[in-house]
T-cell receptor, first 111, second 114 residues
Framework: DQQVKQNSPSLSVQEGRISILNCDYT??????FLWYKKYPAEGPTFLIS?????DKNEDGRFTVFLNKSAKHLSLHIVPSQPGDSAVYFC??????????FGGGTRLMVKP | NAGVMQNPRHLVRRRGQEARLRCSPV?????VYWYRQLPEEGLKFMVY????????ESGMPKERFSAEFPKEGPSILRIQQVVRGDSAAYFC????????????FGQGTRLTVV
């Protein structure tokens, strides 16, 4: 039973355009959501997070949107750069820091 | 400031041997989590530990796997009598006591069972 799902295994975007990565969750107890970025042979690195009391959080080129009624969050990267090419994981936690991860989306940004 | 340190980075074991994976959390972090990533899959939670306590081990197989986080020293994930299906990347993460804060990950240990 996957509580956090990323339905797109891969996404290809042209440099300079917007990348939109999506994530759906089922557990209504989740109250904190995070995005991690992962390069091959490295550990995930934290990118951006959002609390359930907000619907948007922005940090530079990265913005996370949370739609609680739809149990959906998305990560927008604009403008996309070739260095953004990586696997992106969304994660969620409920009253604590134990994270439940989605399956990941491989983003490829073409020059 | 050292991040989460995992060693070894690569570990090769024959079927039936034991694998010991070590994780030193960020200094001052008292929460440690272990995750496993099978090839072409996402990160699966295994176990959540605080110093000297296992808080949640719901993601860890009941047999052959154990974890500890002693008062002194690193957290250890131990896999006894390894099988080919244990081949995966094992990631450790740590976080402070404060809730709703990001966990920091180590570089992982890639276990290969031959």
């Amino acid at each position: 039973d996957q509580q956090v799902k990323q339905n797109s295994p891969s996404l290809s975007v042209q440099e300079g355009r917007i990348s939109i990565l999506n994530c759906d969750y089922t557990n209504s107890m989740f109250d904190y959501f995070l995005w991690y970025k992962k390069y091959p042979a490295e550990g995930p690195t934290f990118l951006i997070s959002i609390s359930s009391i907000k619907d948007k959080n922005e940090d530079g080129r990265f913005t996370v949107f949370l739609n609680k009624s739809a149990k959906h969050l998305s990560l927008h990267i604009v403008p996309s750069q070739p260095g953004d090419s990586a696997v992106y994981f969304c994660a969620a936690s409920a009253a604590g820091n134990m994270l439940t991860f989605g399956g990941g989306t491989r983003l490829m940004v073409k020059p | 400031n050292a991040g989460v340190m995992q060693n070894p980075r690569h570990l090769v074991r024959r079927r039936g041997q034991e694998a010991r994976l070590r994780c030193s959390p960020v200094k001052g972090h008292s929460h440690v989590y272990w995750y496993r990533q099978l090839p072409e899959e996402g990160l699966k939670f295994m176990v959540y530990l605080q110093k000297e306590n296992i808080i949640d081990e719901s993601g860890m197989p009941k047999e052959r796997f154990s974890a500890e986080f002693p008062k002194e020293g690193p957290s250890i994930l131990r896999i006894q009598q390894v099988v080919r299906g244990d081949s995966a990347a094992y990631f450790c993460a740590s976080s402070p006591i404060i809730e709703n804060t990001e966990a920091f990950f180590g570089q992982g240990t890639r276990l290969t069972v031959v």
